[in-house]
């Protein structure tokens, strides 16, 4: 079980409303590569990790994904709190508005709802493994782009921050799958299977 | 940001493999009415909530959802570990079983993955609790629907206590949407907007 | 049966061609607020609701709301009317001209296709009538929304005409939950099941 | 407008339960070539028809298919209503029930949610009356799997008669494509676009 | 199987990047009436087409649209390779950008991905057919669309070449659709199913 | 561009209808780790990877998918081909049966049509290629439960073969990682975009 602490796990203070801005940074949020889709990953893979140290890992970075969406959530809300009609049809966020208003609705930055066909649960230690390393770098990419496209100096800082975090994940990963690999039987190299084999 | 204690909020003890309840109770884990939904559904809105006391609600309950699809997920794994080939064939399960071996993907009952398209942030208060409301109520239904359809013990105990919060956070949101209407101001009945009016 | 009469509930005369008033107006069409789903929420739920007063109300909202899919349709359908290349491109509405030319898609303001995931038909009275308290409000909420962002008199004169009807049905499904309550043995307070209990 | 008339377009009177075959007829309801999509498909295409006279058959038909829809719903209905357990169990029905009880949900057969994707409205005459004719020989051979499946006459009657309607639904879009290629300039015959040409 | 020659069918030499264009050309890469959905829907329905000779139609074509989906990929490509952050600030690409940098990504012009639900495979040589010739009809109105809209010669130059390849398409399949309706015993018309009846 | 030849490129030879076992096999078709997926996937990568010779190889796999996707549909036909309405029971095959009787949609094995939601393209070296890597493990997994599932030689066999090569790309997929690494400068390590760094 999860308790909440009330702070985030990196302050996020963002001065100006920029709608432009939160529009495409949502995508971290609900989108293909967001921290939704992240937790619910991890969080998912864990129960069927037949090795309990890389369960453990799973679950921390699955809960960490929980903070991360937090933080993308505070900074979605804080671009657009307060905003008005004018900075709303400047931005060119009526599609949003019009079923949102100012809320935070979980999907891509062109308005897909957030799917779990986004990811995979294979329940096999080595797939989940390499989904979950393919998954960190896709989140890194995005956050690069998100960079790319920011302007403001108080978005850009915990964008960075949570970027570092995704390839500490990476790395978390790959020393995760070295373990499963060196368990693995010779002729289940790529067999293995927590529950059949 | 949220901290992980190694425990489950009710517990969860199945001692028989039943992949035929698994493949049902599946859909209060990604389903249309499910924990995730719910725990998304809160979490998201909390921070367009113009009233702090009311966002703390939809903290807590959206915190609590987290454990509940903990709980589902447990039970879900439960049932399906160890479960032989045969078990699954008799159990009808193979559509499952060849994507997600006995992994707990975020689906509906069907299969559909779970989609954020279930629910609403619409960023209006009064909106989002009537749509809080009816989520615990469609909740408590399905727990209705898996208690008609399950037979283990086991299984039932856990889903009492789940189908017994679902009642509690109804109430919760009731008074809720008191304490919002409480604060309208007569002519903005329904137009309340944090952000905007 | 349904039987068409060639007039609209309620009169749409838009002199101006505005495909930028179009792109999110749609959503009302089939958005995940919108009329489509409203009426289909409720024609589908009448069949299984127990009390036969109840049914006659869903029937009676479902038919209206059919009315009202027809009338946003013709809404949007006289703001696209006779659009040049050169007001599409001012309004960005290229991706849905390049499917739709100036036809009227029943899809969210973002493009994404009508989805019956949007909504539930739980088979449970109680929970059926929560989902539709919720459903009137959502697209209430999205009525104000429009009415914020649209200028032309032409428009938001029938918009505040579906606002309304909308607050009026909220009353009628209140009134139709509590004829249900007000029927329920007290030990099955949550658990009414038209065919099951 | 619409008004509804309490009879169906014709008699479904089902004497015993069978959700065996209730869980594949409801994809004439929600399914891919079902009659929710079929009434959607016509209504919405019908505003952007240029001649009047096809408009119209678009209208009557996709009026037509409300009644249909309201038929496939209570084919269904019957089917299902006051079924047992041990009933949904033998019909492998738990996934449908355990979300919608006895409800009407408009779905695929296999549980995905009716989409709108799997129709177009393209804003062209001749692509629109095209996509309509596929879409009655679409419906007709739903049916036609539906009776090869299904063994009870008070099922196979009403489903002979909405077959039977789908065929002449298909001549009259086969004449409404006559009427506009012979209103079609020899120069403009694929470029027909009512609102742009 | 196929095999890959390193030319395509016909050539693309766009000398200025242009992501405007780019957003919404992609529909007929992965959108409702695109190359990927006309080439898996022809390739999946050769299988079970009763009459070689159409089976071997449905073949020539959906290999052909294999090469046509490289040729709007490129056009994709040269449109978006070397863009500048400027430029797709200018062209509102963010939200494309923000998941996809300047990949190419199946998908409708609104952001939603490719869904194989966009078309049927029906089991059905003339429900096939018929799918199959407004299959056609709505890519050559797509295209019509994309001309309405573009400016640029090299960009012009390739669309007009696919445009008349969906023409030649057409009429390919409205032979086949004689083809096998001579084929018919008259009693069976509508019910031919190649291996049920 | 493609070009056909008239061959599979491993033969498939099933002697025996089986429903049962088609209705998961498909899932290697259009489901979440199937055939086509991945051969869109790679196809899609292909323009904006960098590097030509890694480029290549993507072009290769991709090319040699859509010949896997060929063999996965005829093993799938193969197996329906025939099958009486009785077999189609026995199989609890009805609710694919009524939409597509025995043609080969593209498919999860839950019934949801493909969805390129499913993969990335993501326009960066790095991630696509560990996307990559995730995909060819996903589809070794999905082999692996098709062969703990089925007990047909004739079906076994030709499933072995795509298992074998999945393991092959898995391996080129590695090399090219490999090579895009030797080519990265120390300080750009994770944020390669070949367009705009």
Redesign the interface.
């Known amino acids: 079980?999860?308790?909440?602490?009330k702070?985030?796990?990196y302050p996020v203070k963002i001065k100006r409303p920029n709608p432009?801005l939160a529009?495409?940074?949502i995508?971290q949020y609900?989108?293909?590569?967001g921290e939704?889709g992240a937790s619910?990953r991890y969080?998912?893979?864990r129960?069927?990790m037949p090795n309990r140290q890389v369960a453990g890992i799973l679950?921390?970075i699955g809960?960490e994904e929980?903070?991360h969406?937090?933080m993308v959530?505070?900074i979605v809300?804080q671009l657009?709190?307060?905003?008005t009609?004018e900075q709303?049809?400047e931005a060119?966020m009526?599609?949003?508005?019009?079923?949102?208003?100012?809320?935070?609705?979980?999907?891509?930055?062109?308005?897909?709802?957030?799917?779990?066909?986004?990811f995979?649960?294979?329940?096999?230690a080595?797939?989940?493994l390499?989904?979950d390393?393919?998954a960190e770098?896709?989140a890194?990419?995005?956050y690069?782009?998100?960079l790319?496209?920011a302007d403001d100096p108080d978005v850009i800082d915990p964008i960075r921050f949570l970027r570092a975090r995704e390839?500490v994940h990476f790395q978390r990963f790959g020393e995760g799958l070295r373990i499963i690999q060196d368990e693995l039987d010779k002729k289940n190299f790529?067999?293995i299977?927590?529950?059949?084999d």
Chains 1, 2, 3, 4, 5, 6 share one sequence.
């Not at 079980?1 to 602490?5: G, K, L, S």
């Not at 609900?30 to 590569?33: K, V």
């Not at 995979?120 to 096999?124: A, F, Q, R, T």
């Open positions: 079980m999860w308790t909440y602490e702070k985030l796990q432009a529009k495409f940074i995508s609900g989108g293909p590569h939704i619910l969080l998912s893979q129960t069927s679950n921390d809960t929980l903070s969406l937090e959530q505070t809300h657009t709190k307060g905003m009609i709303i049809k060119g009526e599609a949003y508005f019009v079923d949102h208003t100012a809320g935070v609705f979980p999907q891509f930055a062109s308005g897909m709802p957030f799917t779990a066909a986004t995979s649960v294979s329940g096999d080595i797939a989940d390499q989904e390393l393919a770098q896709k890194r990419l995005t690069d782009n998100i790319r496209l390839i790529y067999a299977n927590p529950s059949f």
